[in-house]
């Protein structure tokens, strides 16, 4: 009887073998990304606050897989989320799933995902960013106050294969009526532009469909890209996004920028903003010295100055392909109407609420980090 059970142990595991071989084991992934910050910052019209804070900036973990299906297609899936915070306990940044999604992949003719994801037009602003999810990320000022830097639920995205350095990608998010859905950032309106924060909604029944098309030949990558935000209602406007992005490489020597252009922000007629930046990074053996400066007008027409800008220089050390220390320092001014833009947020990749906010018309906001991020 064992012999008889053992032959068909061999047997189920000699069938089952090859299309075990087929699935990839899972892989598991993160960023471990902490930070001392020390701040200063007009808290409101006679009071300045300094406040020194640990920080876990968007840590994350994440699973991802695939199989192979056969003629060079393979099904894919990904389940990421900011699952702890190690400076207080919490469940982690926004308490909220990252990019996962389920969908099919194949060198021919690209990537379909389904589920929930970055925009298109949010990934051309995190390419050529000098300080992501750090102190002085241009996400602070971009998109609006990160209107247009979200991550969308209930989508569907198509990114393209490589046709020679270019690559498209399209995004269309469907509604759930009557619902609200959680995203990066928070609705703003045309006389109170958002301050960016990760907690924020955007009700689902306002469709978004966003794309952009990029080119990367050797040193160059160069991003183009647009969103619209489809309100339901007959008395609101479309709003919508057009940004323009480029990075080039001159040896040790990394230069950026970004120009947008935003239209009938949340829906409102005539309530347009500019935003612009340029950044640098210079590579030193293990250390690259960065900076970088963004800045956006007032919206529309009102009389109101209601604009803003961000600077901020720092060094990374490497001291391998996935541990990175740095030090950061960055200061944000506003125009005299406006209390909206400071030096970090959550969504500038700062998962707290205790960072001192500007309650000060015109006031500003500057700190100094130091910060360790540990990929693995």
Same mark, same amino acid.
Not at 168 to 179: K, M, Q, S, V, W
Not at 301 to 324: C, P, R, W, Y
């Given at each position: ?14 069938? /089952?073998? +090859? ?11 993160? &960023?471990?990304?902490?930070?001392? *910050? ?7 019209? $006679?009071?300045?606050?300094? =406040? ?7 840590? =994350? ?6 199989? *192979? ?7 894919? #899936? !990904? %389940? ?69 830097? /979200? ?11 490589? @046709?020679?350095?270019?690559? @498209? ?21 045309? &006389? ?22 990029? @080119? $990367?030949?050797?040193?160059? #990558? ?9 309100? +339901? ?25 970004? #120009? ?10 005539? /309530? ?19 900076? !970088? ?18 600077? /901020? ?12 220390? #740095? ?27 205790? %960072? +001192? ?11 100094? &980090?130091?910060? $360790?991020?540990?990929?693995?």
């Amino acid at each position: 009887m064992n012999k008889k059970l053992l032959i068909a142990a061999v047997g189920a595991a000699l069938v /089952a073998g +090859p299309m075990m071989a087929a699935q990839a084991a899972p892989t598991v992934y993160g &960023s471990f990304h902490m930070s001392l *910050d020390r701040y200063d910052v007009d808290s409101s019209a $006679t009071v300045t606050t300094e =406040r020194g804070l640990v920080n876990s900036n968007s840590s =994350r973990f994440g699973i991802k897989g695939d199989e *192979d299906l056969g003629g060079g297609l393979k099904s894919i #899936y !990904q %389940v990421e989320g900011g699952v702890f915070a190690a400076d207080d306990g919490t469940s982690g940044f926004g308490n909220t799933l990252r990019n996962t999604y389920l969908g099919f992949t194949s060198s021919s003719w690209g990537t379909v995902k389904l589920g929930r994801h970055d925009t298109p037009i949010k990934d051309l602003g995190r390419a050529i960013d000098q300080f992501n999810e750090q102190i002085g990320d241009a996400r602070n000022i971009t998109g609006n106050g990160g209107t247009f830097d /979200a991550r969308v639920n209930n989508m569907l995205r198509y990114d393209s294969a490589d @046709f020679g350095g270019i690559r @498209f990608a399209l995004l269309y998010n469907t509604p759930e009526a009557r619902n609200t859905q959680t995203i990066s950032t928070t609705a703003s309106t045309a &006389s109170s532009p958002s301050t960016g924060t990760s907690t924020g909604t955007l009700a689902d029944n306002v469709r978004t469909m966003s794309g952009n098309v990029t @080119f $990367t030949q050797g040193p160059l #990558y160069v991003g183009l890209g647009y969103e619209k935000q489809m309100y +339901p209602s007959s008395a609101k406007k479309d709003a919508t996004d057009m940004r323009l992005v480029g990075k080039y490489s001159m040896g040790d020597l990394i230069l950026s920028a970004l #120009y947008e252009t935003m239209s009938d922000l949340a829906g409102t007629s005539g /309530a347009d903003r500019k935003a612009w930046g340029l950044g640098a990074g210079f590579k030193m053996a293990n250390n690259t010295l960065k900076l !970088q400066y963004y800045t956006t007008d007032k919206v529309g027409a009102q009389t109101t100055e209601n604009g803003g800008n961000i600077m /901020a220089l720092g060094v990374d050390h490497s001291f391998s392909k996935t541990t990175v220390a #740095y030090f950061n320092y960055a200061t944000a001014s506003n125009d005299g109407g406006t209390t909206a833009f400071n030096v970090s947020s959550s969504n500038g990749g700062h998962g707290t609420t205790n %960072v +001192p906010t500007v309650g000060k018309a015109g006031g500003d906001g500057k700190a100094y &980090s130091f910060g $360790t991020i540990i990929k693995f």
